[in-house]
């Protein structure tokens, strides 16, 4: 998950406000897209319609691969300033010619804070409510917390009903070159995995849903359902341990494709990949000590990342040039 060991109290004050069922609040802001700069509140079920829709007119009109959304989420704890989405945000600008996917990049605010803070950095934010009844604090909050981690899965099955491809990234990873250069044609989902084992299309890899494509199909729509579906027949628990019981079943019943990606492309700190040329992405995950560790390896592999662009092309080619696994995140064993 993106944001481990982070105060939820934040979360957990806000929710117990709310009403009714899930409901999205919308930020439309402009400047070179089209009209309306009114915050609005909207049901999750019927209004978001007209909210998704334009937000994907907008990305319609800017962008060179219209039919993708990317999708992040962040509470407080990530949004505030210097914190992950800085970092995330501007590892846009230096990457490898990736800036303009921030015109497709829709941020999901879990608090009124998160929201405030998107709204000063970025232009398209949604802030995720869930109701949610509690009266034990424990409990609460990580029942709220998964409430809202699901509330995320159904958006992106409205946007993928909608027609709109969805890639979601955790906001804990650098972005450093297109990962739409690693996901294949024949993919209805491609995802990065916490255990490659060398074969692209082996149901046993272990996926890690902190960033994946999902094309937008009939085939994936019923995937969607049927993940939110199994939500219910499992102890409660986060959506990637969720997919990775249901995956068989996706394959099977629904002869879905699925892309595993190996980690020299789509990275993570839980297996470290040290080649530069090959990187698209890097998660920061596996880091069991804090947000403080994560914040501080994430920058010192984008000082890496900023030598490393520096040096002439058939330097870079040679492919001397690595990087250090990271100091600061206490990595488990396994
Ligand atoms: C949602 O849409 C349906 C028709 O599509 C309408 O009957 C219903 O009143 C709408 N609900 C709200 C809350 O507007
Ligand atoms: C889904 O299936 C229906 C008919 O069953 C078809 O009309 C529609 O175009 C399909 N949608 C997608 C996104 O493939
Ligand atoms: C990047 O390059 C500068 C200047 O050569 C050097 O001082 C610094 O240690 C390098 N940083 C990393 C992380 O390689």
């Known amino acids: 998950m993106a944001c481990e060991g982070i105060s939820l109290r934040i979360i957990a004050s806000f929710i117990l406000g709310v009403v009714a069922t899930l409901t ?31 937000f994907v007119s907008a990305v319609e009109e800017g962008c060179r691969r219209p039919r993708d959304i990317i999708m992040t989420s962040v509470n407080w704890a990530c949004a505030k300033p210097d914190s992950l989405l800085d970092i995330f945000l501007q590892s846009f600008w ?7 996917f921030l015109n497709h990049l829709l941020i999901v605010a879990f608090d009124p804070q998160a929201f405030e803070r998107c709204k000063l950095v970025h232009h398209y934010c949604y802030q995720l409510k869930v109701d949610v009844d509690f009266t034990a604090p424990q409990e609460f909050l990580s029942k709220g917390y998964i409430e809202l981690v699901w509330g995320k899965i159904e958006l992106q099955r409205y946007i993928l009903e909608e027609g709109y491809n969805v890639l979601f990234t955790d906001v804990d ?18 995802t990065s995995c916490d255990k490659y084992w ?16 999902v094309k937008s199909s009939n085939k994936t729509i019923q995937m969607m359902r049927y993940w939110l579906d199994a939500r219910n027949r499992f102890p409660p628990h986060h959506e990637q341990n969720i997919f990775n019981q249901i995956k068989p079943d996706l394959v099977d019943a629904l002869g879905l494709n699925i892309q595993f990606v190996d980690q020299k492309y789509f990275g993570s700190f839980c297996e470290f990949s040290s080649d530069l040329n090959k990187i698209c992405t890097m998660h920061a ?32 080619n040679k492919g001397w040039f690595t990087w250090t696994k990271p100091g600061h995140c206490k990595i488990p064993d396994n």
């Open 198 to 213: 060398g074969d692209p299309d082996a149901i046993y890899n272990w996926a890690n849903t902190g960033f994946y494509y």
């Open 94 to 100: 230096t990457g490898e010619k990736i800036d303009h």
């Open 285 to 316: 995950n596996c880091c069991v000590n804090g947000l403080d560790a994560k914040i501080h390896d994430m920058r010192n592999l984008m000082e890496y990342w900023k030598n490393y662009t520096a040096l002439p092309k058939e330097e870079k």
């Open 24 to 54: 999205l609040m919308v930020f439309h802001q402009t400047s070179n897209f089209d009209g309306d700069k009114s915050l609005e509140k909207l049901s999750f079920s019927n209004e978001t319609v007209s909210t998704v829709s334009g």
């Open 173 to 190: 990873i650098l972005w450093f070159r297109n990962p739409f250069k690693i996901i294949t044609v024949y993919a209805d989902m491609a």
